[in-house]
Structure formats: C-alpha cells, structure tokens
C-alpha cells in the first residue's frame, strides 16, 4: 500500500493467485490475485476496469463459495489494485484454506521465494560482518550508532547458529540518514532476556561498541537498553544516549494528536500503562498539560496515590477499576501482550498507543479487535529519514523515540540538559513529528 512516504509491506502475504469475482457499480468482473494477506489483497488490473481510491466493492473468492468480504481500494495503479478489506481479517486458517486452494506449482514458488529471501538476507549480513564489515564502516563513516537488541525470533531471520560463531558480537544491520547525518543499526548477539538477567554481559555489549565505534558523536540505546545499562552500574554519559527526551516527546506529541480525532476531541483523561517505570513516570507528568486527570496504571504501586500539578492531575494506581470508562491508552509495559491480562477492563471504542518493545503481537491485537479495542503504534516522522533495511514490526520511515533525541542532539549539543519544553521545541522546530501508525503484521 502506499504511504506518505514510499510503499512498504505492512501486511504479512500469501504470494498466492487465485481466481475471485469483484461486484462494484452493478458489475460482476473476474480477476485473479497477486497477493493475499491478512488484511488485504492485491489484484491484478483487469482490462477496462475504472476504480477509484476510496470506493467499497465486494469480493468472492470463486474457489471458496462461503467466503466473501468487502473491500476498500487502498490504490490504484495501471497493473494492479490494492485493496484493504473492511471490517474483516482473514484468521491463519482461512489464510491456509486459500493458500491450499492454489496449484502445486504456485505453493512451491511462494515456498521458495520466501526461503530465498530469508537466505539472501542471512547471507548479506554474514558478508557486511566478515569479509566486507571494513568496507561497510568505511563506506558509512557513521556519525551515531543506533544500539538495538532483539529475540531468538528476530534474530533468526538475520542468521542461524552456525553463521553467528563466524561473526562478531555486536552485528551491522543497517544503514541510517537523516539529512545529511549517516548512522549505522547495530544490534547484540546477546538476546533480550540474556542482558536483562545477566550485567555482565551487557558490560560488554557496550564496552565493546565503543571500541568498535570510538569515533562515533552519539550511540543511541533502544527500549529497555538503557534499565540493563543503569542496573549493570554503566553511567550513561556522552557518547551514550538513554533516549527518554525523545520517547517523551513522541508520546506527548502524539496524545496531543488523539485529541485531534472527532471520537475523542471530548476526552479529559488518558491512562499509561506501565506509568511506574522510569520513563513512565515523567510521561504522566508531561500529559497534565494536555489533559486533566493523567491514571498511571502500575502492578508496582501498592495503593492509589494522587498527584496535583500546577496543570492536572496524575492517580497513581494498581487498581483495575480506574481503567473502567476510559478510553485513551499509552502502552509502556515491559512487553506489549502484558496488555491481555486486563482487557477486560478496558472498554469497547479504546485506543491503545503502543510504544512497548517488543510491541503487541498479532495475535494479541486481533484479540483486543475482537472486543473493539482498538491499537496503532507510536512512531516519530521526518521527511528526510530513512532506514535500510528496516527493523522487524518497523517500516523504514517510523523512527524511534530513542533514536530521535540523539538525532537532535547531534544538531544542538546543549539540549538534552533535561529541559523537556526545550527539547520539544527543538524537536518540532528540526522537523520530526509524532503519528500513530497501523503496526505491520509480523
């Protein structure tokens, strides 16, 4: 689908072409698909056929009589036609239905395709961190490093056991601009729960990046990267940066927006989930200047506490039933699916911005649609940011909150002093910009 910044794939697909029957403005039109997702579908255009943008037809799948949905043309080219369904997601099993319907012939290319792609991906980051890994750095000359880490799931799709003992500990992933500022994505061979349990071995995630990168302005950490550093007794000083400032100001910027929305123009109060932590506690703070009462929801606190600012006012609460009646969400739990264990004190018609790492699931968000609870991830924009390739459950324009303060303080140095209005200033006057986004299905 298109966005405003270049066509990404955001939804999981079947790479599958089967016949289907498309009804729109009294017609019946055959057609085949190129491509079938979760959410959507791509159609190859058939001859003499105007459809615009925006318009609703409906879709049988010739081959499966029981199944039909409507559909709204996301895009239209001269070859094909994006289509998003409406009000529908195909569940796995109707996805595997639909892939068992098409040719042998057709399964066994998708099958290949998508083992190519996985392999070719393995191989090209097995080269950039072996042989070619001096050409790589040579080539970027980074300013800033972005310091991820990831799952045993993620990082399969990177490389297998055999090609990590060949490689080094920290991995080049990818490539960052913004503007005129180069970056490289540089992620841990140490998976999550490893730096989370053990000090050591974050001591030397981070010791070694430094040696690796000695001449590098900035080195941005990711999500919790920062709790592992502080924990393990690193001091985070200059060049490393913990990100809060522009996490913050994401999240500020993008609550501002929600209130933009018709549905919830009239909302007085918003709930963090996860408002106990370290970040958590300075985000409710920062939304009492755009609403009235800021519910800091936290398993940690032990009984309700009530904080008066000068603009609001902020509960601090464990109490599931403060979550009754609202219907704005700030996700920052530990980790997204956290959010199952009290759905059902989240009301129908919510919205749940998400900026948990990892994020809320797939499946975890097709089960708060089943109670229309609505999520869409927390992101930060610029028109001149990019990166390749992109990170898992990221498109390569969203940038995140943490990497965006080291990015503005690579404009002004003097910044991250801990002045959130100035930061925020700074931020919105460099051109980055919060947005809630549909989150990829992966």
């Known amino acids: 689908m298109i966005r405003m910044h270049g066509e990404y794939r955001r939804h999981l697909r079947s790479g599958i072409r089967v016949p289907v029957v498309l009804k729109y403005a009294n017609h019946t039109i055959e057609a085949r698909t190129l491509d079938v997702s979760a959410s959507g579908l791509r159609l190859k255009r058939p001859e003499a056929v105007y459809i615009r943008p925006g318009e609703v037809i409906n879709v049988d799948f010739r081959d499966k009589a029981d199944l039909n949905v409507a559909a709204t043309v996301a895009y239209a080219g001269k070859s094909h036609i994006g289509l998003e369904f409406y009000g529908k997601r195909f569940s796995e099993y109707e996805l595997r239905e639909l892939y068992d319907v098409a040719p042998s012939w057709q399964r066994l290319k998708a099958r290949s395709k998508r083992a190519l792609w996985m392999n070719s991906r393995r191989f090209a980051v097995f080269l950039a961190n072996t042989y070619l890994r001096r050409l790589v750095h040579a080539l970027a000359r980074p300013h800033f490093v972005f310091a991820v880490y990831g799952n045993k799931e993620q990082a399969g799709a990177y490389l297998t056991p055999r090609t990590a003992q060949r490689m ?11 503007q005129d500022m180069r970056g490289l994505l540089v992620a841990s061979q140490f998976m999550e729960d490893e730096l989370e349990e053990d000090s050591e ?30 924990k393990a007794g690193i001091e985070i000083t200059e060049p490393l940066v913990e990100g809060s400032l522009g996490t913050r100001y994401m999240i500020w910027d993008v ?39 800021v519910i800091g929801f936290d398993p940690r606190y032990e009984e309700d506490r009530e904080i008066a600012t000068d ?34 004190h989240i009301s129908p018609g919510a919205l749940i911005a998400d900026d948990t790492h990892p994020c809320i699931s797939l499946k975890a968000r097709e089960r708060l ?26 498109s390569n324009r969203a940038i995140p909150g ?27 006057f460099l051109g980055f910009t919060g947005r809630l986004i549909s989150p990829l299905d992966e």
Not at 202 to 228: E, K, M, S, T
Not at 260 to 278: C, D, N
Not at 404 to 409: N, R
Request: net charge neutral; glycine share 8%; proline share 4%.
């Open 168 to 178: 080094p500990s920290n991995l080049v992933l990818g490539f960052i601009r913004n």
């Open 201 to 230: 071995k974050v001591r030397l995630y981070l010791d070694q990046l430094q040696r690796d990168y000695p001449d590098v302005q900035r080195i941005a950490l990711v999500g919790r990267l920062p709790n592992f550093a502080m």
């Open 255 to 293: 609550a501002r927006k929600m209130l933009e929305r018709p549905q919830y123009s009239q909302q007085t109060s918003i709930v963090v989930l996860g408002g106990a932590g370290r970040i958590g506690n300075a985000v409710c703070q920062d939304l009492t200047s755009l609403y009235d009462r």
């Open 311 to 344: 603009r609001g006012t902020v509960l601090q609460t464990s109490s599931l039933s403060h979550l009754r009646g609202e219907k704005l969400y700030i996700g920052l739990t530990t980790h997204g699916d956290v959010v199952l264990e009290f759905q059902q």
């Open 369 to 394: 649609l089943e109670r229309q609870i609505a999520v869409e991830k927390v992101v930060l924009s610029h028109d001149e940011f990019m990166m390749w390739p992109r990170m898992p459950a990221w």
């Open 402 to 428: 943490c990497l965006v303060e080291a990015l503005v303080l690579l404009r002004q140095p003097d910044i991250g002093e801990g002045d959130f209005s100035a930061f925020c200033q700074e931020a919105e």
